[in-house]
């Protein structure tokens, strides 16, 4: 392309409905190691599909044991992702000419969704394969709400129940995720709520509970487990959730392609690791095959899993409720700060992940809030789009990666995925503009503690 | 295109940066009868280039009543442009199924712009022929914040200072926009505040006034015209905002041509008239030359210029400091009920638009906004996005199109501009879905009033 006699460079490359990838990619079929299997905590003995029947259908079950590289998407999955998918994949040039870097930065934009974020891509496949098991009601946990936001949305599309069980401080402190869910026919409740064992037990001890996502959690998957209708959905950590995602890096490879380019470098940032994986795993595919390639997971110093957790068997929950998952974990019972970042605040993070990072094919970095927000703000004031604190995190791992390159003057190409944006996070922004925004320090002795409390976890 | 034996139906139209328009349409080459020129209200002749110069650069001023049938846009517009353009052009096959109607539904969605709207379409352009011109700052007024955060944006992109008079009851009850726009780098200021002479007066009869858009506009005119380096910028009315906006049309024109169909009705909200004019003037220019073509304009009840008010010369600002321009007008004095659809509530229109209604091309429909939300409910659940309040009027007028269409067998081919996300409009969502919102009936005898003081304007 030129204009005018100026070569045009592209900076957004859009694809048609028809580039929608056919199958997710499923990384267990070339990991270099096997995964660790999930355990049951009483016998220690891996947990079989009567375990999980409770709370998933059968199909979901296969594809979280499944060794088949490509597991077909179904049509109907494909039908609800194009009314945003293919998302964007933008060069940010604007910012590469902010920062005088050589660097090339290219981002994935996930945040086009309805609901704003990445989440769909799962919840939607999750939807459809309980709709199809004739399951009528999906239960989850939500706390500021962007993965209830995403179940409520893929629920209606499928005509399913939903019941979100919302953190009761964010629930009345943040409620407009709420309205969100409610607009799209969820039926949201405060947790602990009185419709549970797991919660009437919480009140009464404690009438004015601002709850906990253990709690939620626990709720959630009580309701769906004591009622012959209903199932559970979770948002992150667990395999099929991952191989889902993978539906940004396939489209990703493809608009690289567009470009001419391959990444030296991937970025995500990782609360339980779905929009990292979603992004890189696809590219992982090459470096199995010998391709060059840096993966970087990106978390918060108050909550550092991978760059300070142990490597070791826990509950995906605070409440025990979860098989066993080896993982980098700070300790089921460790609470971080209540940094803005809410989706990266898990004490684990998803076995897949952690297995990569264990075996050096992922890498982790780990940066306080502040310069998280500034980070964010320099993207929002180049690229024009505000991002979510999550995804934040990985502006600031780019910006490094840039501002190294420039000193090093090598050209590195870096991709990082922009998994959601921020219009909900505008409290945020403005502590963080108003000079009010704190950092918290790495709570060593708080892990100390929590990890010690895993050794009788281990087989 | 087709799977599995199944034929696909393309429900999205996405166009690649090269297909962004090079020029915008001046709807002034075509129009049927002369546009009724500005006065001035001292002396009721029409407004001259030095009359405006105080407030607009020369380029603006001259765009302003330009007749060339097509104005080039400029390579650095297009270049901010693409960030976000081409937006999406969508068919609604799933609110189609709902309703169960033979119609096509037809959405161009321009809230995947960074600040959520159509607005930056033209707040990029006037940005831009200010730097050229050796401005240093833009001031401007918003209300919620819409055109405020779009004009914030594009300032940020061409290095210019904005300076933005917030409506004060806003500015405290809706901080989200204002923390956008602080994010873009831009001063936002409470209307009255004590920076402009006009808004010291205020604040000497009522140190506790709440704010107007018209103090606020007062606040803004007057600190460009006192600051040599300043000048103003007006998000909607004016004839070259609404030029500005014709990218809208022009790329849906393209997207339908792939869809292949033309539409017979093109749906559009209006308050200033920015958006239903950059969807449909494109269209018009069809229609000029034979093509058969309804264009509607929706607006609320609780403000009905068009199906209500009066043709006349009137003041843009309820201030009284701007030029007459003839239009339809609920009189500047008058002041709407509070919807939620605050882009909705001017007391005029576009004289463009107006001109249009007033000879048979452009219709006009008005509806309450309790059945314009039930609308908002129903799109937000069949085809996921959530419209803002403004858009939504234009949703609840195609609803009734399409039911229509049902009842007549035909499968006539709507198309509406979804303009902008509701985002940040949930406490509205909120009232409604809590049956707290409600109703305003048509203030006939306010509008009589206001129109009543009119006859002195005149020529």
């Avoid at 096997?34 to 709370?55: N, R, S």
């Avoid at 994935?108 to 999750?126: L, R």
């Avoid at 969100?180 to 709520?193: C, I, Y």
């Avoid at 890096?249 to 392609?257: F, I, V």
Wanted: net charge negative.
């Amino acid at each position: 392309m030129s204009e005018g006699g100026r070569p045009v460079e592209m900076i957004k490359a859009v694809l048609s409905e028809e580039h929608i990838p056919k199958a997710w990619y499923n990384i267990q079929a070339d990991l270099p190691v096997p995964l660790a299997p999930a355990l049951h905590p009483g016998t220690k003995q891996p947990v079989g599909p009567h375990d999980l029947a409770p709370l998933f259908p059968t199909e979901i079950i296969l594809q979280e044991v499944s060794t088949e590289r490509y597991v077909d998407i179904p049509r109907e999955v494909r039908d609800i992702y194009r009314l945003w998918r293919p998302t964007p994949l933008h060069r940010a040039r604007r910012l590469e000419l902010a920062l005088g870097t050589p660097a090339h930065i290219y981002y994935k934009y996930e945040g086009v969704s309805p609901a704003g974020s990445h989440k769909p891509n799962t919840a939607i496949a999750q939807a459809f394969y309980n709709k199809q098991a004739g399951v009528r009601r999906l239960t989850t946990e939500t706390g500021a709400g962007q993965w209830g936001s995403a179940l409520a949305l893929a629920c209606r599309f499928f005509d399913l129940q939903c019941t979100v069980y919302m953190v009761r401080v964010s629930y009345e402190q943040k409620p407009y995720r709420r309205v969100m869910m409610e607009t799209w026919g969820a039926e949201v409740l405060p947790s602990p709520s009185p419709r549970t064992a797991a919660g009437r037990a919480v009140l009464e001890r404690d009438p004015h509970s601002l709850g906990s996502l253990g709690i939620a959690i626990s709720e959630a998957a009580e309701d769906a487990a004591t009622h012959d209708d209903t199932k559970y959905s979770l948002g992150s950590v667990l395999n099929h959730v991952l191989m889902h995602q993978t539906v940004i890096g396939l489209e990703a490879k493809t608009q690289m392609e567009m470009f001419g380019e391959y990444p030296d470098v991937v970025v995500g940032c990782c609360g339980g690791g779905s929009n990292l994986a979603g992004l890189s795993f696809p590219f992982l595919a090459d470096r199995f095959k010998g391709k060059r390639l840096r993966v970087v997971a990106v978390e918060p110093t108050a909550c550092p899993s991978l760059t300070r957790g142990k490597y070791l068997y826990d509950f995906g929950d605070e409440a025990e409720t979860s098989p066993l998952l080896k993982m980098h974990t700070l300790g089921h019972r460790f609470i971080p700060a209540g940094i803005h970042a809410g989706g990266l605040r898990y004490h684990g993070d998803a076995p897949l992940v952690c297995l990569l990072h264990a075996h050096g094919y992922i890498e982790a970095a780990a940066y306080p809030q502040v310069p998280v927000f500034a980070a964010a703000v320099e993207f929002a004031r180049a690229e024009g789009i505000l991002p979510a604190p999550e995804s934040a995190h990985a502006i600031k791992k780019v910006l490094d990666e840039a501002l190294e390159a420039k000193e090093a003057g090598d050209a590195r190409v870096i991709l990082f995925n922009l998994s959601g944006h921020g219009h909900f996070d505008l409290a945020a922004y403005q502590d963080y503009l108003s000079g009010k925004l704190r950092d918290y320090a790495y709570p060593e002795k708080e892990v100390e503690k929590a990890t010690a409390e895993l050794a009788p976890l281990q087989p």
